[in-house]
């Protein structure tokens, strides 16, 4: 699903009375009200697309000018290893069959130019071909195929009558150890690749907004169900939202750095049981002046990304996966309860992996609660709550639901 560019101005407001509504996409972004919707034929159901995937594949095309296109013949062996499994296998078959057809056209006109294809010469027992037993072009590529797979048998041979036939096995071999390094290291390559480790690399289904230390965090859960375990994992995050400079620069597709605890190394992540990251909200955090409500109006797209080291072949591995404003839930927690010792092993429940349950936690956002305890407006204050008539320390976040 690749996503059409348009211009800014082009925001299409989410259709509320039913009607039909074309589909249409705003430069750039792909996480909420500046991008696209599309309607059904019959003018209900809309969908919002997203720059990430929850399963890491980006929805992003790249259209290049045609004369940009020589670029990738240029680097042949990665646009070869990144192409699909059925044009690769396409191009592996033609590669071989190709190869035998030319070099059979070529013997067959050896043959040809020898007098190895004359009637008379092929009853003539006293003749002495260029190549035995080649006599017609089918015969002629069987001969190929047999010295190009170096299968022998023994029915066809060069003689010595033809020094150009031997130059021809010699530069048939040649060819043939190119076409065979080039052609296995393409598939061995593709087979080798760590993108099908990230697909035991798991992400919880929504994050979740609670309070941790008096502090709102946003959290995130990451597993691995592999035994083999993945080396100097780390994890970094990207809101991307539109960003309006102070000189009225606007940037639809700004990338704002989610710290997930890079100076004190938190992002670094020993994944050998399901890990939940964390990241304080304050005042750098582009969800320090969010509230619960701004966030279910909410305008953006979380992308996470791991990282890190396979164990059994030492390449690097990427997973990647998306949150989108209704796939984070505040005022939740993510339940503990996965590892448990079961005869002197730790046994993890991934049956829990996404349970969640709900906790008190204020509703505002963390700028308003800061700067409310900075006021005296805090723990153990009857001063009301963010919703104004709760207090602040008995604030029960079902109230609001």
Not at 114 to 138: A, M, R, Y
Request: contains cysteine; glycine residues 6%.
């Amino acid at each position: 699903m690749s996503m059409t560019m348009a211009n800014i101005d082009s925001y299409a407001p989410m259709p509320s009375n039913g009607t039909k509504q074309e589909v249409v996409s705003v430069e750039g972004y792909a996480g909420g009200k500046t991008l696209a919707y599309r309607t059904s034929s019959r003018g209900k159901s809309t969908q919002k697309y997203r720059m990430v995937d929850q399963d890491g594949h980006c929805n992003i095309s790249h259209n290049s000018p045609r004369k940009q296109n020589y670029r990738f013949l240029a680097d042949i062996f990665t646009t070869l290893v990144d192409i699909k499994w059925r044009y690769n296998l396409t191009v592996f078959t033609l590669a071989y069959v190709l190869s035998w057809l030319i070099f059979g056209a070529v013997w067959w006109v050896l043959a040809l130019q020898h007098g190895d294809l004359v009637p008379e010469n092929i009853e003539n027992p006293e003749w002495k071909p260029c190549v035995v037993n080649v006599h017609s072009f089918p015969t002629a590529f069987l001969f190929s195929l047999e010295t190009q797979t170096t299968i022998g048998y023994g029915s066809r041979s060069v003689t010595e009558e033809c020094w150009v036939g031997m130059l021809l096995v010699v530069c048939q071999s040649v060819v043939s150890c190119i076409v065979d390094a080039v052609m296995v290291g393409i598939v061995f390559a593709k087979i080798a690749r760590p993108k099908k480790r990230a697909e035991t690399l798991i992400f919880s289904k929504k994050a979740v907004i609670t309070l941790r230390d008096g502090k709102l965090c946003l959290l995130l859960r990451i597993g691995d169900i592999r035994k083999s375990h993945i080396l100097e994992a780390h994890v970094r995050g990207v809101v991307i939202q539109k960003r309006v400079t102070k000189e009225g620069e606007v940037i639809p597709l700004y990338p704002y750095d989610l710290d997930v605890g890079f100076d004190r190394g938190w992002d670094r992540i020993f994944l050998v049981w399901p890990i939940v990251v964390e990241h304080v909200i304050e005042k750098e955090s582009p969800f320090y002046e969010m509230s619960a409500s701004d966030l279910e109006h909410g305008d953006f797209e979380l992308v996470i990304v791991l990282e890190g080291i396979v164990e059994a072949t030492g390449m690097t591995v990427q997973k990647r996966t998306s949150y989108l404003p209704h796939e984070i839930l505040w005022g939740y927690q993510f339940d503990h309860q996965l590892v448990a010792l079961h005869d002197d092993d730790y046994h993890v429940n991934y049956s829990h992996f996404n349970t969640v349950h709900q906790v008190s936690t204020p509703r505002c956002s963390a700028k308003q609660l800061y700067n409310m305890r900075d006021v005296g407006v805090g723990e153990g204050d009857s001063t009301t709550g963010p919703n104004g008539n709760i207090p602040l320390t008995t604030y029960n976040v079902e109230s609001e639901l």
